[in-house]
């Protein structure tokens, strides 16, 4: 095989006319030679950090999609299924990559579960992370979100890193405003990278230290703009990642869209592509091609080098996808999933108190962490309900694997005015969760999910719309563009029922993420991120 094309490269910071040769997969030759072709001819896009499984797709569907945009390869944390389904969700995933060209580089998820505060349906302990490790399929200790375990010497924490060492991968990290003396600490511990910096201080400071920072932009978390001015000076130690992509986003844009954006501010193209391209490789020692010769084969010809428009995609030689039209052929699949809950009564979700004042989760739009506010809760007949008008909303999140009763909480900044809307992708247990104007939307909306053995929707009386998940409960068994248009149709009904989020259900299935700080709920009660325990709904 023959391409011509303005060759990108990026080692050597140059663009030229030349030719490329392939054969049997591999690179054999790139020559510089003249011809009148215009497109540009560059490393596949790598992204550095993604659950797939947020994707609400499998890998083989994800793969799909992902290479209209140029992206040639993944580094995949398997956390979500592992915390439904232990080791058997991570090989299941590695599996299922493998039956499509795109090169998926799985971790081992090191907090299955996350903490001790919520209920999972697996654990993975230090004897699990081991076996993991040992995999050729393995390629690093997925994010440490344990940070107080290694700042506290916790022993099963220590082993898991340590296990990491001893097969000589590398170890993501996730520590969210620390700073200091602890941030030094957890760096000393092994840890090498962290993707949930949100200021450009915090960044500065963990790259000072010798960390790689990964400047994230998802369907939710949205860093981008806090942390690019970094790339001038220290992109060699930066890289970049979505984290989390929904469906719908992922068919319209993934890593292409960062290199864009960068350039639009007038950054260094080689610079940028470095973080896009080049970065992740030789930190993971990924099996992807950088357009070197006897290199894999994985590139990207594009338009040019400002919107990025992908005109083909190559991986190990093979042409994945053309001008919009992906060649990746649907691969059958399994749905194991692990669902027990029973259907909820619209009296588990009755709170009676007679507090004055409430704490109250304050969603943020675009960022992963929460505020703790007071507020003056809504009554009737001794219970505290909804309160539309003040956007302080109930909360609540079901134990998918035991029939348990519902935790409850409130929130603010959902903006619905009426209706509920559930999901059970909710980080990191995949327990449901659920926001709505009443307690009668609700359980309605929470049955709809324990039918189908997960899912999202959008209840608003008789209106129902719902996207099951029956794949551990977390991803569709249909195909991307199905499941993308489907995800569409339930996050506009979400936006018509008042929610003023971009991204509802996205910033939803954050709201039982404890790691990240400060309010936020599981399936056993209110939890505070900054003190790292539960707290009363009531305000003492």
């Known amino acids: 095989m023959q391409i011509q094309g303005q060759i990108v490269d990026i080692p050597n910071r140059r663009i030229y006319s030349g030719e490329i040769l392939v054969a049997n997969g591999r690179i054999t030759s790139i020559v510089e030679k003249e011809h009148d072709v215009k497109n540009y001819i560059l490393p596949g896009f790598i992204d550095a950090h993604i659950h797939i499984e947020s994707s609400m797709l499998v890998p083989s569907e994800f793969a799909k999609l992902a290479v209209l945009h140029g992206t040639v390869a993944t580094i995949s944390d398997p956390h979500e299924i592992a915390n439904v389904l232990g080791k058997d969700g991570v090989y299941y995933m590695i599996a299922n990559g493998k039956k499509v060209p795109l090169k998926f580089h799985f971790g081992a998820p090191s907090c299955v579960p996350a903490t001790s505060f919520e209920t999972a349906g697996a654990v993975i302990d230090s004897d699990g992370i081991k076996e993991l490790m040992a995999s050729p399929d393995i390629y690093y200790l997925a994010e440490m979100m344990n940070y107080p375990g290694v700042l506290f010497d916790d022993p099963e924490v220590l082993q898991k890193i340590a296990w990491a060492k001893h097969f000589n991968k590398p170890v993501d990290g996730h520590a969210p405003g620390l700073r200091g003396e602890p941030i030094q600490k957890y760096i000393a511990a092994g840890i090498t990278t962290d993707h949930e910096c949100f200021t450009y201080e915090e960044a500065l400071e963990k790259l000072s230290l010798g960390m790689k920072i990964l400047v994230r932009e998802g369907s939710a978390a949205k860093n981008f703009e806090a942390l690019i001015d970094l790339l001038p000076e220290h992109f060699e130690n930066m890289m970049f990642c979505s984290d989390d992509k929904h469906p719908d986003d992922l068919i319209v844009s993934h890593i292409n869209a960062l290199c864009a954006r960068a350039v639009a501010k007038g950054m260094d193209i080689f610079k940028i592509l470095q973080m896009a391209c080049v970065n992740p490789v030789e930190h993971y020692k990924m099996k992807v091609g950088l ?250």
């Open 291 to 540: 357009l070197q010769k006897n290199d894999a084969a994985d590139f990207i010809v594009v338009e040019d080098l400002i919107d990025f428009k992908v005109k083909q995609t190559y991986i190990d030689g093979e042409l994945v996808a053309e001008n919009g039209t992906s060649f990746i052929k649907h691969v059958a699949f399994d749905t194991p999933n692990n669902f027990n809950t029973l259907a909820k009564t619209v009296a588990d979700f009755e709170v009676t108190s007679t507090a004055t004042q409430i704490r109250v989760i304050e969603a943020l739009e675009g960022q992963l962490i929460t505020k703790e506010i007071h507020c003056q809760p809504k009554y009737d007949l001794g219970k505290i309900i909804s309160d539309p008008e003040n956007d302080v909303l109930k909360m609540a999140v079901v134990n998918r694997y035991q029939n348990t009763p519902p935790a409850i909480a409130f929130i603010k900044n959902f903006g619905l005015k009426k209706g509920a809307i559930a999901s059970s992708v909710a980080h990191d247990c995949h327990n449901i969760v659920v926001v709505g104007t009443s307690d009668e939307e609700i359980c309605k909306a929470v049955n709809v999910l324990i039918k189908n053995t997960g899912g999202i929707c959008a209840v608003n009386g008789a209106d129902i719309k719902s996207l099951a998940l029956p794949v551990a409960g977390i991803m569709s068994d249909k195909d991307g563009w199905e499941t993308g248009k489907l995800y569409e149709e339930i996050d506009r009904m979400a936006k018509e029922l008042g929610s003023s989020l971009k991204a509802p259900f996205m910033t939803l299935s954050f709201m039982a993420l404890l790691v990240i700080p400060d309010l936020k709920l599981s399936d056993k009660g209110l939890f505070s991120g900054n003190s790292f325990s539960f707290v009363d709904l009531k305000v003492d």
